[in-house]
């Protein structure tokens, strides 16, 4: 049980001061399991992971269910063998995209072991506004300190989305001015109110985002991608072996047609489509298609969308994105979606929908070995900003998968060690449609994969998102 929960590593320092453990081998040793025990539920110094939450989310004694959320009524059941519900302060929020509106504390819930009762949340009439998402966060403290707890110490919550929805429908930001065009061999540059935006007319990369000051937010092209760095459980599974293609279509990948059209004055689309070498039949190569449609609007947005078109037999895909590579001044990452602590699509227990804020850089969880890692789902919007606000932001009335590192993919697919990760002056950001869940029923065959409804079968694919300049 303690090897399952608790990592078993030595805590070493660097020459230049980096924390790290050691593991499996790294005393010359033949025969050894890597960091096999060291992938516990808790770190090895006591300090939680984020799969921690996960594990104490689906461990929780009270459970709470929906009975007529318009109405703020809800089902309770208490699990505990011997405590009485009235132990606990129970608190309560309303929060609007992630501000919150109305708080409260019910009184004292009089619910003995293993019962269940019904309850109702006193909340105000919500009268909802256009675009505006409303959920209810439920909390169960205790009243007092225990051996094992202190005082306030959350045991147990739930989040419910409530039924309050707007009949109004957002305006489209108006796009009433022009975009200018500046073509030669190589390149073409639009020019909009608030941006420059440049592609390259070779690779069909959007290579270049400028705000009207020349701050340049692009440290590398915005280019799809289907990859991640693999896993302890990938590594089980063998997700390289097995789906290693998906690593470098992108890479080997062929610009087959590049278009620019103006579809009026105040819009131009620029098309880039993929030949991606993916599979062959009969010793002919087959090509999967990739297509990104870019639509430059006057008023500074971007609107991309990418569609993906498999041909031949293929495995899973790890994941359907696109990635590019900030300057590390944007260094300020918000996002509305689910957190605070990173969550994958079979890995959603301990997150709950807000808006949260973090350093990319600082605030970076580090996995002993380095590998996939700081993933958020559901996410409506993100930023990524300087000290002095300015940055960009992403949306999309879709719900996204997005992670931002301070390293490059490749980094975190060959440190074998946290000391190991260069000092990267930029940062990765990865936009996302989906990517496959964790897996994990064990980590060293099959069983390592995620299960079937969280993986990602080789089929056509669609999203889109939104890309706008932020200037305080």
Not at 279 to 300: A, H, I, P, Q
Not at 447 to 456: D, I, K, Q, S
Request: charged letters at 25%; one cysteine or more.
């Amino acid at each position: 049980f303690i090897w399952d929960c608790t990592d078993q590593g030595i805590a070493k320092t660097d020459e230049n001061g980096t924390k790290y453990w050691l593991y499996g081998g790294d005393y010359g040793e033949s025969i050894h399991s890597g960091n096999f025990c060291i992938n516990g539920v808790i770190n090895a110094d006591q300090t939680p992971k984020p799969v921690t939450w996960a594990a104490k989310k689906v461990h929780q004694p009270v459970v709470i269910t929906a009975a007529n959320l318009a109405a703020g009524e809800l089902n309770i059941r208490n699990w505990h063998h011997f405590t009485n519900l009235t132990n606990f302060d129970v608190f309560w929020t309303i929060e609007e995209n992630g501000k919150e509106i109305q708080q409260g504390q019910l009184p004292s819930l009089d619910l003995a072991p293993a019962k269940e009762t019904q309850f109702t949340i006193p909340f105000k009439k919500i009268k909802a506004k256009e675009g505006k998402e409303y959920f209810l966060n439920i909390s169960f403290k205790l009243k007092n300190a225990t051996t094992w707890a202190e005082k306030g110490h959350e045991i147990a919550w739930e989040q419910f989305k409530l039924p309050f929805e707007s009949d109004k429908v957002i305006d489209a930001p108006k796009n009433n001015k022009a975009v200018l065009i500046s073509n030669n061999k190589n390149e073409v540059t639009l020019t909009t109110t608030k941006t420059t935006v440049t592609f390259d007319k070779v690779t069909g990369y959007l290579t270049s985002l400028k705000n009207k000051k020349g701050v340049e937010f692009l440290k590398a092209p915005l280019k799809g991608n289907f990859w991640r760095p693999p896993t302890d459980n990938d590594e089980g599974s063998q997700l390289v072996g097995r789906h290693g293609v998906w690593k470098t279509a992108v890479d080997n990948s062929t610009l087959s047609n590049f278009t620019i059209s103006e579809e009026n004055e105040n819009t131009v689309k620029i098309v880039a489509e993929y030949n991606l070498p993916t599979s062959k039949k009969d010793e002919k190569e087959l090509f999967s298609k990739l297509t990104t449609e870019y639509l430059v609007l006057g008023n500074g947005l971007i609107e991309i969308s990418y569609s993906f078109n498999p041909e031949g037999d293929l495995p899973n895909l790890p994941r359907f994105g696109s990635q590019v590579q900030l300057a590390k001044q944007f260094d300020n990452f918000t996002w509305f979606g689910m957190g605070p602590h990173e969550n994958y699509i079979d890995r959603l227990s301990g997150a709950k929908v807000g808006r949260y804020n973090k350093s990319v850089k600082k605030d970076f969880f580090q996995y002993v070995r380095p590998q996939e890692s700081n993933n958020y789902t559901q996410v409506r919007w993100a930023t990524l900003t300087n000290n002095k606000g300015v940055g960009i932001k992403v949306s999309s009335p879709e719900l996204l998968s997005v992670s931002a590192w301070p390293y490059l993919m490749k980094d975190l697919e060959t440190a074998t060690h946290i000391n190991k990760l260069p000092n990267r002056d930029l940062i990765t950001l990865n936009i996302d449609y989906k990517q496959r869940g964790l897996g994990g029923d064990d980590s060293w065959s099959m069983h390592a994969r995620p299960h079937e409804e969280f993986r990602l079968p080789a089929i056509p694919y669609k999203y889109s998102y939104t890309i706008e300049v932020i200037n305080p």
